[in-house]
């Protein structure tokens, strides 16, 4: 197998640091691998009040792939909310990527927008609710929308560690950073806009993390199925949301084996 270069991308609050595990395991066998800090995000300077718009967010990323050689491709790696960002990048650098990855991911195409995942996801929560659903909102002011969450301790420990190391969820619990709201509206969704000729020419991956409680299987296989085509549909079974922590060792296995493929 050839020498490749992951690009690994983090979820909402968390930063370059959750991929550890994932990462020294490429790197042990010869890939290079980046992981980045996208905006207010683990060692990112940035504040969440300074993240003014998802564009903002994906700096770091886009700076990145502007880097690059032109001759140069990539493998991008989103999980959960990164599969937003690097569904961005490959509508503005597609001939930089030679595969795109989503793991218990967001995904946005021409077919499917991010507004409509949210309605989506707002809908299966109200036929199932939860008393675990804590979350810390952010406020300007009293009679203001929040602008920012965090994941409360029980939160993230029921929805999104329910099956990892004990040891990964206190680790998270002192490095997550709250989290920027962007508001729906016509500016965001103008930045969200995705083509057929740039990222859908980007061959795409999607790896279902089977016993995620936050972005269930379910609503994993729903954007899948309305998001354009993938190349191909990966399972790992018993692995909660974040799976780089729970299924550390399946989940790098199954990113070598897509990247040897393609």
Known sequence: MGKSHFVLIHGASYGAWCWYKVATMLKSIGHNVTTIDMGAC?????????????LDYNEPLMTFMESLPS????????????????????????NKISIAIFVAAFVISENLTYPTITQELIRKKDENKDSMDIQHFFFNGPNNPPTALLFGPKFMESKMYQLSPSE??????????????????????????????????????????NGD???????????????????????????????MFSKPNQLTSLLLEIANKY
């Open 213 to 243: 409680n936050l972005l269930t299987s379910d609503s994993q296989m729903w954007m899948v199925e309305r998001s354009g085509p993938f190349v191909e549909v990966k399972v790992i079974m018993d692995s909660d949301h974040m799976v």
């Open 42 to 54: 683990g060692l990112n300077t940035k504040q969440v009040q300074d993240i003014c718009s998802i």
């Open 168 to 209: 990964d969820l206190t680790l998270a619990l002192s490095l997550v950073r709250p989290f920027p709201l962007f508001k729906d509206d016509e500016t965001f969704n103008k930045e969200t806009t995705m083509s057929m000729e740039n990222n859908g020419s980007v061959p795409k991956v999607y790896i279902i993390s």
């Open 71 to 94: 001759h140069e491709k990539v493998i991008l790696v989103g999980h959960s909310f990164g599969g937003i960002s690097i569904s961005m990048a490959m509508e503005k650098f597609p």
